[in-house]
């Protein structure tokens, strides 16, 4: 029989390539998402059915069967939703959806903990007893700028630097706490920067990479902030995908355990600039000031995962970058 999983915020980057993988692999996968950033179309590969969660009893009293990958076009935590998961419908629940901006919450810390925390409480009380385990993406934002944890390993120091860092901290602890109260199997995977195709440019949340091809593609000037020596750890998101399902799959008992998902390899954005004049040519730069509270530098120690899981990368930088480039539509100079 096929796995059953729920995808919450399916219809966004990273949990649209999940549940197209998914469904890939034969897996039985409902998506929810409220489409307040994400967007119907990175289903597009998909043949999906649309309902709203008040229509959702209707859907299940109508006994059609077809299928059809079915988008639940509402909140994670409406309890129409709740109810389904209740149902023991569900294997396994991957939970991507949140706000997931870092500025936007510390303008907003009240509306992103009632999201990222509160929510998710909820989401996570009703799997207890009716699934296999939860999966949460969680993010490195959590180590903040510590200086004494360098590369990032999971059980080293960490200083949440804003609402969406603790919020995803706090989520962390109450994986390991549903697991010691009420045996809610749970993985928390840490993400590095994310990139790759059907990643929006010119959303808040974007990577340069992203940012800079949309400045490409529209040819306007690109962005570079500070001295351009700030490095990040940048993971393709084919990888990210390969983490949640072997976190999902994994015969060990999950209690909470948390990993980084990155690739221990990091880029600097000057390198990246220099990677993208190669293959377009010169580029207007325009020069911007260092934007106060960014982390300077972001690394992963992954033996952890890869002890574990069995996980690594398999994508370098320059693979995934020319993909994403294919994505966008861009021709290089040759
Ligand atoms: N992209 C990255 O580099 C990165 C890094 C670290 C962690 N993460 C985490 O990974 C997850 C997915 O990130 P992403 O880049 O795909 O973000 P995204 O914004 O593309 O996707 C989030 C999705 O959640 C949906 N959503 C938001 N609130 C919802 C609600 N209440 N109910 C239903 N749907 C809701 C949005 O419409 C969107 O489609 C997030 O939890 C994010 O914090 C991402």
Request: charged fraction near 25%; include cysteine; charge should be negative.
């Amino acid at each position: 029989m096929s796995k059953k999983a729920l995808v919450t915020g399916g219809c966004g980057f990273i949990g649209s390539n999940l549940a197209i993988k998914l469904v890939e692999q034969g897996w039985s996968v409902d998506v929810v998402d409220d489409l307040s950033s994400g967007d119907l179309d990175a289903l597009k590969n998909l043949d999906i059915r649309t309902v709203t969660p008040e229509l959702l009893i209707q859907y299940e009293e109508s006994g059609i069967i077809e299928d059809k990958t079915l988008v639940i076009t509402g909140d994670f935590a409406s309890p129409y939703v709740l109810s389904r998961i209740a149902d023991k419908r569900y294997d396994y629940v991957f939970h991507l959806a949140a706000l997931p901006r870092v500025q936007f919450s510390v303008e907003n810390p009240v509306l992103t903990t009632d999201q990222n925390v509160m929510k998710t409480v909820s989401l996570m009380t009703a799997c207890i007893e009716n699934v296999d385990r939860f999966i949460f993406s969680s993010s490195s934002s959590v180590y903040g700028d510590v200086s004494d944890n360098f590369p990032s390993r999971e059980s080293g120091n960490y200083e949440p630097a804003s609402p969406y860092a603790l919020q995803k901290l706090v989520v962390e602890n109450f994986c390991q706490l549903f697991f010691k109260l009420y045996k809610l199997e749970s993985v928390c995977l840490r993400y590095f920067n994310v990139f790759g195709p059907g990643q929006p440019g010119d959303s808040p949340y974007s990577t340069a990479v992203s940012a800079w091809l949309d400045k490409i593609a529209t040819n306007q000037p690109l962005r570079s902030d500070g001295d351009g020596e700030q490095t990040r750890d940048i993971v393709y998101i084919d990888d990210v995908v390969d983490a949640n399902i072997r976190a999902a799959e994994s015969p060990k008992t999950m209690s909470g355990n948390t990993y980084n998902v990155g690739t221990g390899a990091t880029y600097s954005n000057n390198e990246i600039l220099g990677l993208l004049k190669n293959k377009f040519g010169d580029l207007e730069i325009n020069h911007a000031p260092e934007r106060p509270g960014d982390v300077k530098h972001t690394k992963a120690n992954i033996a952890k995962i890869f002890e574990d899981l069995g996980w690594k990368p398999k994508w370098d930088f320059v693979s995934g970058l020319n993909e994403t480039i294919k994505w966008w539509g861009l021709k290089e100079n040759s």
